[in-house]
Each structure stands twice: as C-alpha cells, then as structure tokens.
C-alpha cells in the first residue's frame, strides 16, 4: 500500500488510475485526489468560502486471494491502493463521503478514459487488432447514493454500506462516455424517472456544515464478471473521475464546469491561437461570396485546407443577404470523410494529411460586410458535448481595411474522434460591398 500526496486547488480530483491484467491475472490500483474549488468563473457567484472534504472507503475482494480495504479522509491529499492479480470475479467498492465546510454546494461528476492498450496481450488475446483493451468494456460498474456506517470498527465492508438509490449501471466504459462533460449530482439523492443523472438546474444541493443534517454519498461498484474471457488478458486501462463543488448560494446549478471552454478573439484563429504550433490546420470548411453564382468561383469549400489548390473539395451558392443559414460539418474517424453542409449544399472530401488533432474554431471575415456565426451544437464520438462560454462571433466593417473575429472551442481531438459540430451563420452585405471573391467568409478550421 502507497500514499501520495497531491494537491491543485482549482478541482476535485478522483483518479482512479490503473487497471490492468496481465496473463495469470490482473493488476488494479486506485487513487484519489480531492480538493476545494475556491474561486469561480463564468458567472459563477464568489461571495463566502468554500471547502470541499471528502471521506473515502474503498473495499476489494479477490476471492480465496485476499481482500481488503482503505479509509480515510483528503482535503488536499491524494491516496493511492494498489492491487494486484485481479481475475474475473473479484469485485469491490468505493464510497465518496462529502463534506463542505460552510456553504451549500452543488456537486457535479465527470471523468474520462485515458489509456486503454492491449499491453503487449498474451495469446490468444486480443479479439480485435485495434491495439485498444477491452478492460473497460468488460467491467460492471454501478454508482449509487448511499450511507457508510459511522461505526464499522478497524475494516470496512460492503456491509457497512446502505444504498439510497441507484443512479447509473453498466459497464465502465459506458459509464465513462456518459459522465465524460459532467453530470450534476443530487444531494437529496433523487434520481429521474428514466434513471441516470437529473437536468442541470434540477439538482438539489448539498449541504454545508453549517446544517444539522448530513450528505449522502457516492458509492462506486465494480465488478469483473465470471464468464469473462481471455479478451482482457494484458489489457491495461487508466481513468480520471473528477468532483466539482460549486456555491449554491445566489447560484442555480446550470452552470456545467466539465464543460468544453470557449473564448473569442482577433484574426484568424490558427494564427491567434498557434495550432499545430506552426499556425497550420488539419482540415477546415470556408464559405466565401466567391461570384455568388451557381456556377464560376467557388463558394463553398472543405478539406485538408480549403483554398489551397489540390488540398479541397469545391461547391457553389448563391447567397442572399440578411439570411439565417444552418451549417454543420462532421468528421468521420473510421473514413476520415470530412463533410460540410451549408444552407441545403453538401460537399465532402477525405482528408489525406494529419487528423483533427486537438482544439476547433470558427470564424468570420468581413469587408464592407457583417458575418454572424455561432455554434449551436457539438457531438464527439456520438454524445452531447456541452460548451462553457462564448458561442458567437460577429465580424463587421464598414471603411477601409476588414475585421476577423475568431470563437476557439479548446475540444482535446486525438486524431482518432469522430465528431459533428452545428450551427447558424447570417451575411449582410453593405451597399459599397466591393464583390471580391474572399471579401467576405466564414470558415470552421481543427487543429
């Protein structure tokens, strides 16, 4: 058994590190980090303190192998247990308790997976020759509300536990996809008719400890089950679950701080934000005034880069000014197609160079113009991904000269997600709009 202590002051952090199996067995190892989220962004209230305590108990059982436990309480400590030899069968738990010194707070859950390897596989594994583990597909999790016992004595047992109600069951997998951009917990321990997690917004608090009464919390089950095979045999996976407080005071608990983060700027957003750190892209879509003809220069574009010769597919449209048009453009990982839709014109291209490889933007330029452009919405790998700030841009300029406003989304792509990413963009032409074919354009450009 090891301890480790960590600290950020910006999160909590429950990283339940590394689970792996080697040939006769498996190796599992938790950790947890916890701490207080002080300070708070995106209109978040800053009034009073807040300090986030939380009490852990882990329990695992391997059978005639052994079993065993760990306690504790972290604030601002990270603990870190260790298994080893995990075969299917062993099962075990893990209780998070909160505390929150003071004030109310709104908790919320995310996490992610961070590593999932085959792990140089012993025959006859793997199944597939993806170089991706199956561990995680493979092991059942449920996360439930509970009570521990204040008086279980030197060890704790899943006996020590009361249920309240179950909020999510599946394999860890699916539960990691779901809580991926975060999910609000409830401290009233009350979960929707349909299960799963409540809206934003819907959530109780928890309380503080300036109240009598005390939080549930939050018990994580998992199990291995007996009939799987030789699938997992070497695979190695790691994941990261983390714990929000927000103030409830003065707050409504919409706010999501597992969100993808948005921040507007000047120019174009390959060269404001250094992609690829030499102001390159990994594929884009531009929509440009061209001739504003069904035939002639081009109007609509996608590919590898759009406007450089050879590196794009190309469209027509006509526009007409003051209109509001629907855009999306999605990649699929599995064929590296990259498609663009704009108003009811599509055109694709697959992209021959590197994939979308970490943070997105869109962004308006204009002459003698106005370009509106937001994003509405953004899929990764099939789920909702949520943003958190800014969502438009507007490029406007009436003189000499143009204006190029940016929106970046900081998304983490690895070159391997399949995504979709939607929205509206309106031009308005000014009467001394000089007609060039680039005077006017909105584009959506990954990294």
């Known amino acids: 058994m090891t301890e480790r202590f960590e600290i950020s002051r910006r999160k909590a952090l429950a990283a339940l590190g590394t689970i792996g199996v080697a040939a006769g067995g498996a190796g599992v190892g938790t950790s947890a980090y916890f701490n207080d989220t002080e300070s708070f962004e995106n209109n978040i209230v800053t009034a009073g303190t807040l300090d986030l305590i939380v009490d852990y108990y882990s329990?695992?059982?391997?059978?005639?192998?052994?079993?065993?436990?760990?306690?504790?309480?972290?604030?601002?400590?990270?603990?870190?247990?260790?298994?080893?030899?995990?075969?299917?069968?062993?099962?075990?738990?893990?209780?998070?308790?909160?505390?929150?010194?003071?004030?109310?707070?709104?908790?919320?859950?995310?996490?992610?997976?961070?590593?999932?390897?085959?792990?140089?596989?012993?025959?006859?594994?793997?199944?597939?020759?993806?170089?991706?583990?199956?561990?995680?597909?493979?092991?059942?999790?449920?996360?439930?509300?509970?009570?521990?016992?204040?008086?279980?004595?030197?060890?704790?047992?899943?006996?020590?536990?009361?249920?309240?109600?179950?909020?999510?069951?599946?394999?860890?997998?699916?539960?990691?996809?779901?809580?991926?951009?975060?999910?609000p917990l409830d401290g009233d321990a009350t979960v929707p008719g349909d299960?799963?997690?409540?809206?934003?917004?819907?959530?109780?608090?928890?309380?503080?400890?300036?109240?009598?009464?005390?939080?549930?919390?939050?018990?994580?089950d998992w199990e291995v089950p007996t009939d799987v095979g030789n699938e997992i045999q070497s695979d190695l996976l790691k994941f990261d679950l983390e714990f929000h407080a927000q103030q409830a005071r003065h707050n409504d608990g919409t706010n999501n701080p597992c969100a993808i983060s948005t921040e507007t700027g000047d120019d174009f957003v390959k060269v404001a934000r250094a992609f690829n750190e030499d102001e390159t892209i990994s594929g884009g879509a531009r929509a440009r005034y061209g001739n504003n003809g069904s035939s002639g220069a081009w109007e609509l574009a996608v590919g590898d880069e759009p406007g450089i010769s050879g590196k794009f597919v190309q469209g027509n449209y006509v526009w007409t000014s003051g209109q509001?048009?629907?855009?999306?453009?999605?990649?699929?990982?599995?064929?590296?197609?990259?498609?663009?839709?704009?108003?009811?014109?599509?055109?694709?291209d697959t992209l021959d160079d590197s994939q979308p490889d970490g943070r997105m933007g869109i962004q308006g330029k204009a002459d003698e113009a106005t370009v509106d452009a937001s994003i509405d919405s953004l899929t990764i790998d099939g789920s909702p991904a949520p943003l958190s700030g800014p969502t438009s841009i507007t490029a406007t300029n009436d003189g000499s000269g143009r204006e190029i406003k940016h929106l970046l989304v900081n998304t983490a792509f690895d070159g391997s997600t399949s995504f979709e990413v939607s929205g509206e963009a309106t031009v308005t032409l000014q009467g001394d709009y000089p007609g060039g074919d680039e005077d006017v354009s909105f584009d959506v450009v990954f990294e």
Do not use: M
């Open 324 to 348: 509001t048009v629907d855009w999306s453009v999605a990649y699929d990982a599995s064929s590296d197609e990259l498609s663009f839709t704009f108003d009811d014109s599509t055109i694709s």
């Open 59 to 183: 329990y695992w059982n391997q059978g005639s192998a052994s079993s065993g436990d760990v306690t504790g309480s972290a604030d601002g400590e990270a603990v870190t247990a260790e298994l080893s030899d995990v075969k299917p069968g062993d099962n075990g738990l893990i209780a998070f308790c909160p505390r929150i010194e003071t004030n109310p707070a709104y908790l919320w859950l995310c996490g992610a997976l961070t590593d999932s390897s085959e792990n140089g596989y012993t025959e006859p594994e793997p199944e597939d020759d993806n170089g991706e583990g199956e561990l995680e597909e493979n092991i059942d999790v449920t996360l439930s509300y509970c009570e521990v016992a204040d008086d279980f004595g030197q060890d704790f047992t899943p006996e020590d536990v009361t249920n309240v109600a179950t909020a999510w069951t599946g394999t860890l997998a699916e539960f990691l996809t779901t809580i991926q951009y975060g999910v």
């Open 195 to 220: 299960g799963s997690f409540p809206a934003p917004g819907e959530q109780a608090h928890f309380v503080g400890s300036d109240s009598e009464d005390e939080n549930y919390c939050l018990c994580l």
